[in-house]
């Protein structure tokens, strides 16, 4: 009843709050005279209702720290790995995991990195991970290779976008309804068979439009398992797209989006990783007790938009949503070797120590037989709900001879986590693997966790000459329940149904600046408060910091460079028990306490050519420096023991990347390289242990392309050149390797046509 009290306001207020502008669609309305102010560049930006940026312009100009990664940038490396479109951002710290960019865990400022489960993921500018509130763990994350632009927003502005404000917000921006007919091919195939396969077709009237893209990604992989059988992945993912529009000269306009999103994957994907000794001498090597492991997953998204637009001094628009999402991840979870409770080992304690464990690490491995409950495959399947509607209006205007833009956004939420699952055991035999014992449904873990959260903002931004302020200000109001039905009620009668509920409400305020020091040197800075809604566990609070930002912005012609010093002062961190982290997967929260992350960004692009030339080097450098310390002492069955000044796993303290191009009419080729420095995996200080450490690392990638013609592009993407062999995490349970060497080649096609 409390929030269904809550969305009366919010739903009256959906006629008159919310802002959107949608990049295929900025012949919405086209008025004569147009407000400037210093940071808006009319010839380069096209605003657009599902970005927070729109253009590298806008980025730039920011208060706070940002990033945009354009659709040319994209189409560079071709990428479809996430973790590799990211490394160029400043700020943004993420560790492999599966080689291919499909489970990423993307930390910003010092976040914590696993499941990118402490930033805020958007689609199109609505929440994407599969239960933000309930279970934020980024088990879903959107097919990065059919995006059209990612957008990365760090710092004091970022109280527009939550729930997640300490790190910062991703916004991955989808392929928008063309304003002529469009037809786009593009396709590539290379190493271990590994197959991407984009195609779209979408067209614009003047009253409608539509968009139709379909997304093919699949590899036999490049691990082995011991039968010799290579383990991939299989992906599908479609959007449809449909629009309807007013398109008047002046006056008020409507428009009317409808977007559906349907993904899929299969794949041989094992939490088992390599013992010390394998790894060194087979690192892309799969153990048998990982034969049966697979993931199935299966993704639903309806959005519907619904835009108002009077002139260029006010947009409303309404978000309409709901998600789903379906995995069950049938994975080895333990190891027997008795029938008793002291005669089992988790995957992850066999790994750490296979010496002592050596009964059970030869049963993982295939070379002893048990004929018994020997390994217990845990099937992981759970199904998220998550569904809200959202409203945010824009109005501009002249105040005190500057320009002011006074922004307003309401959201209600509601997400859910429905964890069904169970166990079966399998016997080893002659490195087979055969069922034992099938598990009953729902006799390991039988609960659900719901979240209703209302949020709300403002923020306005006033600008005058070489001056730029904002000033906002962020409501969360989280409503957390979770219902254990316990194993004994698998039918949920809820005749022993256990709930756990809790509340969080927080106030997050938030401020920034940017002054021309000079007209190619600006000053920002900022702060604002940091939130993270904590898990139904009772009495658990929030996440909470204060987040200070300061650096200079310096840009001409030719060069564009960026220095950014960052401070995150926790109050109360929390952290998860994820089994990706080596913890017991139950995924509840645990207090840190007070922490502390500082460091620096640095960002520098030249452009030393000049532009009458027939080509040209483009060159970009970018470097982060994160210091994490925790400052008190604590004990969590994730973490284990934890001393003051330990420092927080998975983040690497020293991350550098370059990109080297040269362009011409006819040919492309762009040289990226990383380097990321020693990290450690577990908490701990000074020198790192090196059965704790992620060794330094360098790696570079290339492509060259060969424009044939304007609409086709032959290209050839090579990563990895040197075909490092680089450990990139120990966890969950055992050493993985990153991507070796691979080349692919293929091509890019687009055919438009002219609207008579």
Known sequence: MHYRMKMLPLLLALTTASGYAQ???????????????????????????????????????????????????????????????????????????????????ISLRGTKAERSERISLMEDGVLAAPAPYSAPAAYYFPNAGRMYAIEVLKGSS????????????????????????????????????????????????????????????????????????????????????????????????????????????????????????????????????????????????????????????????????????????????????????????????????????????????????????????????????????????????????????????????????????????YAMQDGKMSLFLAGLPGSQSNRITTAHAFSGYWMGKWSKG??????????????????????????????????????????????????????????????????????????????????????????TKKLRCEAIAFVNNYSNMLGSDLAAQGGQGTLEQFNVGKAMVNGLELLCAYHPLPRHLGFQLPIQLSYTYTNTKMKNDFVSSAWGSVVYGDEIPYIYKHAFNAQIGLEHKLVEANLGVRYNGDMRTAPGHGRIAEREKIPAHLILDATVKGHVSKKLTLTLNAINLTNKKYLVSRHPSGLRAGHPFGIYGGLHQIKTLVQR
Request: positive net charge; glycine residues 8%; without cysteine.
């Open 23 to 105: 990049n295929s669609q900025d012949s919405l309305s086209r008025p004569k005279s147009i407000l400037t102010d210093s940071v808006h560049k009319l010839t380069e930006v096209v605003v657009s209702s599902n970005q927070m940026l729109g253009s590298k312009f806008e980025a730039s100009n920011r208060t706070g720290s940002a990033y945009y990664i354009s659709p040319a940038e994209i189409l560079k490396f071709g990428y479809t790995d996430i973790n590799r479109m990211l490394k160029s951002v400043p700020g943004v710290n993420v560790y492999e995991e599966d080689g291919y960019g499909l489970r990423p865990n």
């Open 158 to 425: 970022q109280v527009q976008y939550g729930p997640f404000t300490t790190g910062g917000a991703i916004n991955m921006v989808s392929t928008p309804i063309p304003s002529k007919f469009t037809a786009r091919l593009n396709t590539s195939y290379g190493s271990y068979n590994t197959l991407k396969s984009y195609v779209s077709i979408g067209n614009g009237f003047k009253h409608t439009g539509f968009l139709v893209e379909y997304l093919r990604y699949q590899s036999d992989g490049f691990r082995k398992d011991e039968p010799n059988e290579r383990t991939g992945f299989k992906r599908n993912d479609l959007i449809a797209k449909f629009l309807v529009r007013t398109n008047k000269d002046e006056g008020i306009n409507h428009l009317l989006e409808l977007k559906f999103g349907f993904a899929n994957e299969t794949s041989d994907e094992t939490y088992l990783g390599l013992s010390e000794s394998d790894f060194a001498h087979r690192p892309y090597f799969r153990y048998a007790g990982a034969q049966k492991d697979n993931l199935k997953t299966r993704h639903t998204q309806w959005v519907a938009t619904y835009l108002i637009e009077s002139g260029n001094k006010l947009k409303i628009t309404t978000n309409l949503y709901y998600n789903y999402f379906f995995r069950n991840w049938y994975k080895l979870n333990e190891v027997r070797a008795g029938i008793t409770k002291a005669e089992r080992r988790s995957i992850s304690d066999v790994l750490a120590d296979p010496e002592t464990n050596q009964d059970y690490f030869d049963i993982v491995t295939g070379k002893k037989d048990y004929v018994g409950e020997a390994l217990m495959l845990r099937a992981n399947n759970r199904v998220y709900h998550s569904r809200g509607v959202q409203s945010k209006a824009e109005y501009r205007t002249m105040l005190w001879g500057g320009y002011l833009t006074a922004e307003m956004g309401l959201r209600y939420h509601a997400d859910s986590e429905d964890r069904f699952q169970h166990d079966d055991a």
């Open 466 to 555: 070489i001056v730029t302020f904002n000033v906002g200000m962020r409501y969360e109001d989280v409503e957390l329940l979770n219902r254990n039905y316990t194993t004994s009620d698998l039918r949920r009668t809820g005749m022993v149904r256990i709930e756990t509920p809790n509340h969080a409400r927080a106030l997050l305020p938030g401020a920034g600046f940017n002054i021309k020091l000079l007209p190619e040197l600006s000053l920002i800075g900022g702060i604002h408060k940091g939130f993270a809604p904590p898990s139904a566990t009772l009495d658990q609070k929030a996440e909470s910091s204060v987040n200070i930002e300061s650096g200079l912005r310096f840009t």
